[in-house]
């Protein structure tokens, strides 16, 4: 039972590193080659994650849709297997909205803002279960779960809780500066000339950030079980 735990607590975090490598790695690769019409480079107060995907838009719009595909299908791995390593009834709620906030993610690379409907619907989706399994979460820890506990997790998963949530609906508060009332995830590119700051895409990208440095929290997390089983 003790080898069992090993070999799913390993393969998962081998998934989960690779998952996290993969992501950042095709969105560093892409900001740092992505050039506009106007020849402006990637500003991420004012461009959104689907622009950098965009073909016909972005140069290396390939590069970020396969790290979003092959990233995002390795976290959601990385999950599967965790619920292996169950120590409460509530991890496995948590680690299916994960597989599935992953999954949608990676349906935001295969379906390209190009193909907009697509496109739009897995980035709706992926806020809507990443909100879920935040909220899951924090259930999973009220009912004395420990194998994702930690502060850090704790605060990160708040605070990606709260971004999240603000993608959803700030969208739909009357304050000025936010456009129309049109959702967040359909505010994918911008017409010229664009603000100095436009709200949907710096959201988006704090969403995000938040997201995968929680993510690596719990990725972590599995990293100090499998060190526990080991000694």
């Known amino acids: 039972m003790v080898d069992k735990s090993k070999k799913l607590s390993s393969l998962a975090f081998k998934f989960g590193v690779l998952g996290i490598i993969g992501l950042l790695a095709g969105t560093i690769l892409s900001v740092v080659g992505f050039q506009d019409f106007e020849g402006n480079r990637f500003n991420f107060l004012n461009h959104t994650l689907s622009e950098l995907g965009h073909y016909g838009h972005s140069t290396l719009a390939v590069i970020i849709n396969g790290g979003l595909f092959f990233g995002s299908l390795s976290m959601s791995l990385f999950a599967l297997f965790s619920i ?12 299916f909205s994960l597989a599935a906030t992953f999954a949608c993610l990676a349906a935001v690379g295969l379906f390209p803002v190009n ?7 897995a980035l709706k989706y992926f806020f809507y279960l990443g909100t879920s399994s935040c909220a899951l979460y924090f259930i999973y820890l009220m009912r ?16 990606t809780l709260i971004s999240f949530s603000a993608f959803l609906f700030m969208s739909h508060i009357s304050l000025g500066f ?13 017409e010229l000339p664009r603000p100095n700051i436009w709200w949907p895409a710096v ?6 950030t938040l997201f995968i440095v929680w993510c690596s929290g719990l990725v972590r997390s599995v990293k100090k079980r499998r060190l526990r089983d080991e000694n």
């Open 84 to 95: 292996q390593l169950v120590d409460n009834k509530s991890l496995f709620p948590l680690c």
């Open 203 to 208: 959201i988006e990208w704090l969403s995000l």
């Open 115 to 121: 193909v907009y409907h697509l496109h739009t619907a």
């Open 178 to 190: 936010f456009g129309d009332d049109r959702p967040f995830y359909q505010e994918v590119v911008m």
């Open 144 to 159: 004395h779960g420990k194998l994702f506990y930690s502060r850090w997790n704790i605060v990160t998963g708040l605070l």
